[in-house]
Structure formats: C-alpha cells, structure tokens
C-alpha cells in the first residue's frame, strides 16, 4: 500500500486482480498546474501511466474510468485527449461535472486496471 504522505489516503490498493488508482489530477513535478483542458488531460494521462507502470501495468490495463470535469464546455476537448490514449476496447467510463479541490484543475481522473493472469 503506497501512502500519500499529506493526504489521509492511499495512491494505490490492489485487491485481488483489480488495482484501484486514487483520483490524479494534471499536476506537474514542480507542483504547477498547466493552462488548459487539453495540457491538464494529457499530464493526468501521463501521470496514472507512470503508477501503472509501477505496479507493472499500463493504460491497455484500465477497465473502468471515474472523470470529474470543472467546466463541461470542456468535454469536447478531454474526449480528444482521452480517445487517443486509449485503444479499443476502452475502459468503461462516467463523466461528472464537479468543483475540484486544487486550484486552477480541470479535470481528475481515477481509474480501475486489471491484472491479468499469469501464464
């Protein structure tokens, strides 16, 4: 279990096959958050990759995808950015519009991957 050091939450739980990812938002390494829906999009994108990664997954891996848009005028624009990181069969999705926590974010994302079996 991997625990968020100022937050009462933990980034990662595996629970069987499934591996539950906490709500990640397009925050870069210097803790700045880019302008705009698309800029936002992608580094969440990239950053969900990069935990994947660490337990030995990948976005073909995500089965279920939990977004929460600040504005939906900005819907359009995310379902690019979000259609080109996923190949078919895509995860199952809802999309909700809602006030975020950070300041100046767009758009969170959490996600739900599966293992799969090993041979």
């Not at 996923?86 to 974010?105: H, Y």
């Amino acid at each position: 279990m991997t625990q968020t050091a100022a937050l009462p939450f933990s980034k990662v739980r595996t629970v069987g096959p499934l591996v539950f990812l906490s709500g990640d938002m397009g925050i870069a390494a210097d803790g700045s958050v880019p302008a705009g829906i698309e800029a936002q999009t992608r580094l969440c994108l990239e950053r969900i990759a990069a935990t994947l990664a660490g337990e030995g997954l990948g976005l073909a891996d995500v089965v279920s995808v939990t977004v929460h848009l600040v504005d939906a005028a900005d819907f359009a624009a995310f379902n690019r950015v979000y259609a080109a990181a996923f190949a078919e069969p895509r995860p199952v999705r809802t999309t909700v519009r809602a006030d975020l926590m950070l300041p100046g974010a767009l758009v969170e994302l959490t996600v739900v991957a599966q293992k799969k079996k090993q041979a």
